[in-house]
């Protein structure tokens, strides 16, 4: 059974990913549709980062936000000012991105706050990242900063079409799975799980707890410094409003409902609940202001409430059904 | 220099009484049920709304509104408690967060359906007027806000320590086995501590209606200051949260005055983070 379920495995992940990269041909040159899958996969990035702090370590991270838009801000300002290529753009913007992470990580770890602590000041940076990028003139200020416009550039990662973006995107939601699957079986998961489920009896047990929190922090924080990059380039434009609250919470939420440390949870979480607001938000968005925010919020409760495990337990416990009937035929 | 700093000390301060009393909803919430509430900003910015709505149908006084508020959100947060809060209380903090994040952004929207996204405000109150001392002018709704606020507290504070509920509430939050054992129904103490510190956000929504307008973004604006307000002032001190608003507001204020506008936020904010990395107990917890 054991060998069978790696067998079966690695091939299903290799299909998904055919389908994945193959999706495009099927929606054509439908950029709306395009927007929304590599939507998708960017939300799935974020969660899968979230989901190595959040998940792994089990600091609730809400800063989401604010690493995107260091990166976002870094990459585009280079561009704009001194013609970077936002390949070399977006590297430097998961640098800044880590920089400030360790800025702030360190005092806060250092002074051990905690749980719900840690969620609020989280929180609190984002927007004091934005109102900071909102006065400061120079590089943010209230007016968009548009990036230069390119119909096919590869240097500038510029494109008249959303479709470069999906692929760029999905790479890199395989490389932030990829490093979570990797996290997960190394010495630094093994040490981040006992820290996430009891942090004094990993300290106990020699942990060094500040560090592996840390390193966990700057990790995501590269991953979202990088995505901001990308997501500069995608929309053609910086603004402090990047750095948003209701993105980060939004990002945090589906780790959650994800199921928290699961590898491919965010991800599945990413597609059914984007998949749900975007939809309701196209049907119902048109008539009546903030309706499909009620119903997706309410969907949202119902998970919490009756599935406060997160949806990954569910999925892995119908995968595994599935399996053993499989093996049984 | 001097005067412009102090009419702003005054100003802020003032506008502290309201926070202090939000605060203290919240730290009712947190202190005797430990439930981290992300939407209590959200009750403040419904409380707005609802005294937008009577003010303009009935024609109320935005200062006596919360006569029928309070009660109104008193029962909202029964709901609610009922209804979701009381199924986390023995799940992980990130669940309770995740069900209040879902609550905060369901008001939100909810706002947002009803009153649409433009800001709201009341004519003018009755409470009309400044009195001058010397060179510092204090308007008269700012005043008599922050006088009902104080008395609102000091009413809090009579009810928790006189009365029997509040008593229970009290005991519940320092020893919930002990408290038990007593005969102290815990899920009744729970739902009438969750009431009333939904409630008072009525109050504080009524006053924040005398001087400024309410759009569906307000929650998230009241709910971290509400949480600075709490972390600076630590659990278990009413007076420390009166303090802590008043250092909190007037933060506010005079950042807004001397370095811009836009800065409001951000100054409570690296307050609140000053104050959790150098005094994780706030300055006047005792726990």
């Known amino acids: 059974m054991r060998r069978s379920r790696k067998d079966i495995n690695r091939p299903l992940l290799i299909l998904l990913l055919g389908i994945a990269v193959l999706l495009p041909l099927v929606v054509r040159s439908n950029q709306y549709t395009l927007v929304l899958l590599t939507t998708i996969l960017l939300y799935g990035v974020l969660a899968t980062a979230w989901n190595i702090i959040g998940g792994l370590a089990g600091q609730l991270d809400l800063a989401a936000g604010a690493y995107l838009g260091l990166g976002a801000f870094t990459t585009g300002t280079l561009l704009i000012r001194w013609n970077v290529s936002p390949w070399l753009g977006m590297v430097l913007g998961g640098l800044v991105a880590i920089g400030f992470a360790l800025l702030v990580g360190y005092p806060l770890f250092r002074f051990g706050v905690k749980e719900v602590w840690y969620a609020l000041s989280s929180a609190a940076l984002v927007e004091v990242l934005r109102v900071a990028f909102l006065i400061w003139n120079q590089v943010g200020g209230p007016v968009e900063r548009y990036l230069p416009y390119h119909e096919w550039s590869l240097y500038h990662l510029r494109f008249a079409t959303y479709l470069p973006f999906f692929y760029i995107m999905l790479g890199l939601l395989v490389l932030a799975l990829l490093i979570h699957h990797w996290i997960r079986q190394s010495k630094l998961g093994y040490?981040?799980?006992?820290?996430?489920?009891?942090?004094?009896?990993?300290?106990?047990?020699?942990?060094?707890?500040?560090?592996?929190?840390?390193?966990?922090?700057?990790?995501?924080?590269?991953?979202?410094?990088?995505?901001?990059?990308?997501?500069?380039?995608?929309?053609?434009?910086?603004?402090?409003?990047?750095?948003?609250?209701?993105?980060?919470?939004?990002?945090?939420?589906?780790?959650?409902?994800?199921?928290?440390?699961?590898?491919?949870?965010?991800?599945?979480?990413?597609?059914?609940?984007?998949?749900?607001?975007?939809?309701?938000?196209?049907?119902?968005?048109?008539?009546?202001?903030?309706l499909y925010l009620v119903v997706y919020a309410t969907v949202l409760i119902l998970i919490a409430l009756f599935r406060p495990q997160g949806l990954g337990p569910l999925l892995r416990q119908a995968y595994d059904r599935l399996l053993a009937r499989v093996a049984k035929e | 220099?001097?005067?412009?700093?102090?009419?702003?000390?005054?100003?802020?301060?003032?506008?502290?009484?309201?926070?202090?009393?939000?605060?203290?909803?919240?730290?009712?919430?947190?202190?005797?049920?430990?439930?981290?509430?992300?939407?209590?900003?959200?009750?403040?910015?419904?409380?707005?709304?609802?005294?937008?709505?009577?003010?303009?149908?009935?024609?109320?006084?935005?200062?006596?509104?919360?006569?029928?508020?309070?009660?109104?959100?008193?029962?909202?947060?029964?709901?609610?408690?009922?209804?979701?809060?009381?199924?986390?209380?023995?799940?992980?903090?990130?669940?309770?967060i995740a069900v209040t994040v879902g609550l905060m952004t369901f008001l939100r929207a909810l706002a947002q359906l009803i009153w649409?996204?433009?800001?709201?405000?009341?004519?003018?109150?009755?409470?009309?007027?400044?009195?001058?001392?010397?060179?510092?002018?204090?308007?008269?709704?700012?005043?008599?806000?922050?006088?009902?606020?104080?008395?609102?507290?000091?009413?809090?504070?009579?009810?928790?320590?006189?009365?029997?509920?509040?008593?229970?509430?009290?005991?519940?939050?320092?020893?919930?086995?002990?408290?038990?054992?007593?005969?102290?129904?815990?899920?009744?103490?729970?739902?009438?501590?969750?009431?009333?510190?939904?409630?008072?956000?009525?109050?504080?929504?009524?006053?924040?209606?005398?001087f400024q307008q309410v759009d569906p973004t307000m929650g998230v604006r009241f709910g971290l200051l509400s949480w600075c307000v709490l972390a600076m002032a630590g659990l278990g001190s009413i007076p420390g949260l009166l303090i802590s608003g008043i250092i909190v507001g007037a933060a506010e204020a005079i950042g807004m005055s001397f370095w811009d506008p836009r800065a409001r936020s951000l100054i409570v904010y690296l307050l609140f983070i000053l104050v959790l990395w150098l005094r994780p107990r706030g300055l006047f917890g005792r726990k």
């Not at chain 2, 009712?28 to 900003?41: E, P």
């Not at chain 2, 609610?80 to 809060?85: G, K, P, S, T």
């Not at chain 2, 320590?161 to 815990?186: F, N």
């Open chain 2, 116 to 210: 649409k996204a433009q800001p709201r405000a009341l004519p003018y109150s009755l409470i009309q007027g400044s009195i001058q001392i010397g060179p510092y002018t204090i308007l008269a709704s700012r005043l008599v806000s922050a006088v009902v606020s104080v008395l609102a507290i000091a009413g809090v504070y009579l009810f928790l320590s006189r009365t029997w509920a509040g008593r229970a509430i009290r005991a519940a939050s320092d020893d919930l086995d002990a408290a038990s054992l007593l005969g102290i129904p815990y899920r009744q103490t729970y739902a009438l501590a969750f009431g009333l510190g939904s409630a008072l956000t009525a109050i504080a929504g009524g006053l924040l209606m005398t």
């Open chain 2, 1 to 96: 220099m001097t005067e412009t700093f102090l009419q702003n000390l005054i100003n802020g301060a003032l506008t502290g009484c309201i926070y202090a009393l939000i605060a203290l909803g919240l730290s009712l919430i947190f202190g005797v049920m430990n439930v981290v509430n992300f939407a209590h900003g959200d009750f403040v910015m419904l409380s707005m709304y609802l005294t937008f709505w009577i003010g303009v149908w009935a024609g109320m006084d935005a200062f006596i509104t919360p006569l029928i508020t309070f009660p109104a959100l008193f029962l909202i947060g029964l709901l609610a408690y009922n209804a979701l809060i009381d199924r986390t209380l023995r799940q992980k903090y990130v669940t309770q």
């Open chain 1, 191 to 290: 040490y981040l799980m006992a820290l996430g489920e009891n942090e004094e009896a990993a300290e106990v047990l020699g942990v060094n707890t500040q560090k592996c929190k840390l390193q966990a922090l700057s990790i995501y924080a590269f991953l979202v410094g990088v995505t901001g990059g990308i997501y500069a380039c995608m929309y053609g434009f910086i603004h402090p409003n990047f750095f948003s609250g209701p993105m980060s919470t939004e990002v945090a939420i589906l780790g959650i409902v994800g199921g928290m440390g699961i590898t491919y949870g965010p991800v599945m979480a990413a597609i059914l609940l984007v998949s749900v607001r975007e939809f309701l938000r196209a049907n119902l968005g048109g008539q009546l202001e903030g």
